[in-house]
């Protein structure tokens, strides 16, 4: 078979690097969440390294200790820029790298979501995306008007109907609808408007939207949910899946699966790219990565462990850390999970340990050289496990720099990912088709 090539690379960032223990580092600035020129550096130096987009998980509320002064504390992801308002600034201080900024279906409208994603395509000349999130916190749900969070099947009807409505509103006018003639005074061709007038179980939406259609037709459409439901709106509408997968073999049968699904909704295998996470503790060398690895665990505050477990496993903070897992009875709140537990204890290992082995957000975590990070990406991809991955710094400083300033480079040695950005917008620089607009298509 030959060799893949062509590498997708997002970098996946949060507030202060992925890893709990991160924003620790004395190489970071502990404020780097609201910096702003922080922000702008990172931008630059990500687009020099070629990245093909940076992403932007985002949740509307504090959604971890809020409710626990104790915990809170020393939790240290809790302020962050809003993600849309973020990337309107890093598109005007940058050029070709794309963003990714996540927005909920759930705790938004139609209208306002299509109406910002097309002024920030605009704005950034055709770099930017939506990345379509369901929600699942009930922090989200108590700052929306809600008691409690909407079923998840509720969720997904709804986030079906909300992408149809957004994807329905960027097609209000025709690409060339805008005749701007300064001689004759014709501004637009009411000829290519074309009024949505949708109603539906959840939203009724008239349009058309006050804004011309977006550079990239539609903003690239990104979706991270990973059940049956979410799976299915990602084959039907999305461009770019981000998924966690811990093993390559898993990686694969998820891979295979949502093609398959992708074929079936009549579109293309390859225009969808699929792009699990990966946190790569990276150093110069084995021991120099061992070294940074064991310097971010001893930087995870207990605390924060004992509240990372507790919605798993309930409260198990009255055992020591660096003790055996506790046999603990079978309750409501551990049901489920009985087993992974119990396995866990099986292999010997430590409250410390089973909070590591769960991953951050059950993303695979990888410590080693350029080099050996450069092999698991290779094997993956070339096994079809993925089209590339979304890099998850675990700390920004050295966190980051080893990634851009090591591991990129030797993905370019190796042929894997591109030397440049060979496009101007993010579909053409991830190989993504632009959506035709219906009327064209039928013409
Ligand atoms: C890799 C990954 C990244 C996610 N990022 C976000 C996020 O930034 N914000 C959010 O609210 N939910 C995020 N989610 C949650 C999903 O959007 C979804 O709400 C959740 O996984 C439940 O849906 P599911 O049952 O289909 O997986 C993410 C999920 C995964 C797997």
Redesign the pocket.
């Known amino acids: 078979m030959s060799k893949r090539t062509g590498l997708k690379l997002g970098l996946s960032v949060t507030s202060n690097g992925s890893h709990a223990g991160g924003w620790r580092d004395p190489g970071v600035p502990a404020n780097c969440s609201l910096d702003f020129p922080f922000w702008r550096d990172l931008a630059r130096r990500a687009e020099a390294a070629k990245i093909h987009f940076i992403f932007f ?3 509307a509320a504090v959604r971890q200790g809020a409710d626990d002064p104790d915990q809170l504390r020393y939790i240290g992801k809790i302020d962050q820029f809003e993600p849309l308002t973020l990337i309107a600034a890093l598109s005007a201080v940058t050029s070709r790298i794309g963003f990714v900024a ?1 927005a ?1 279906t759930t705790y938004n409208e139609p209208y306002t979501i299509a109406r910002k994603y097309a002024s920030l395509d605009h704005l950034s000349g055709g770099r930017v995306g939506w ?1 379509v ?4 916190s009930e922090a989200e749900a108590k700052n929306y008007n809600l008691e409690t969070s909407l079923q ?1 099947d509720v969720r997904y009807r709804r986030a079906q109907e909300f992408v149809d409505v957004v994807t329905g509103l960027w097609n209000s006018w025709e690409d060339d609808a805008f005749v701007r003639d300064q001689v004759s005074g014709e501004y637009v061709d009411p000829t290519k408007l074309h009024v949505l007038n949708h109603k539906g179980e959840f939203f009724s939406v008239k349009g058309p939207l006050n804004i011309a259609r977006p550079v990239q037709g539609f903003p690239l459409i990104a979706q ?4 049956e ?2 799976q299915q709106l990602a084959a039907r509408t999305a461009d770019l899946v ?3 997968q811990q093993d390559k073999a898993a990686a694969q049968a998820f891979y295979t699966g949502l093609k398959a699904r992708v074929r079936a909704e009549g579109r293309g295998a390859d225009s969808v790219k699929i792009l699990p ?1 990966i946190l790569p503790i990276i150093g110069r060398d084995e021991a120099d990565a061992r070294a940074r690895h064991q310097a971010l665990r001893e930087r995870v505050h207990p605390k924060v462990i004992y509240a990372m477990l507790e919605p798993k496993f309930g409260d198990i903070s009255g055992y020591p850390l660096d003790g055996p897992i506790p046999d603990l009875p079978e309750t409501n709140g551990i049901k489920s999970i009985k087993g992974q537990l119990d396995a866990a204890r099986a292999k010997g290992l430590t409250i410390r340990e089973l909070y590591e082995a769960s991953g951050v ?1 059950g993303h695979r975590q990888i410590v080693g050289t350029a080099s050996t990070i450069a092999d698991l990406i290779e094997e993956w991809f070339q096994d079809e496990a993925c089209d590339g991955f979304n890099l998850m710094p675990p700390y920004f400083g050295d966190g980051l720099d080893g990634l851009l300033q090591w591991l990129v480079p030797e993905l370019q040695r190796r042929g894997l990912f591109h030397d440049d950005y060979t496009g101007h917008t993010l579909r053409e620089n991830l190989g993504l088709p632009r959506p035709q607009h219906p009327a064209v298509r039928t013409r």
Not at 224 to 227: E, F, H, K, L, M
């Open positions: 998980a985002d949740g996540t909920s990345n999130v369901t929600s699942w998840h991270a949910g990973s059940s439901p979410g981000y998924t966690a996470g957000g």
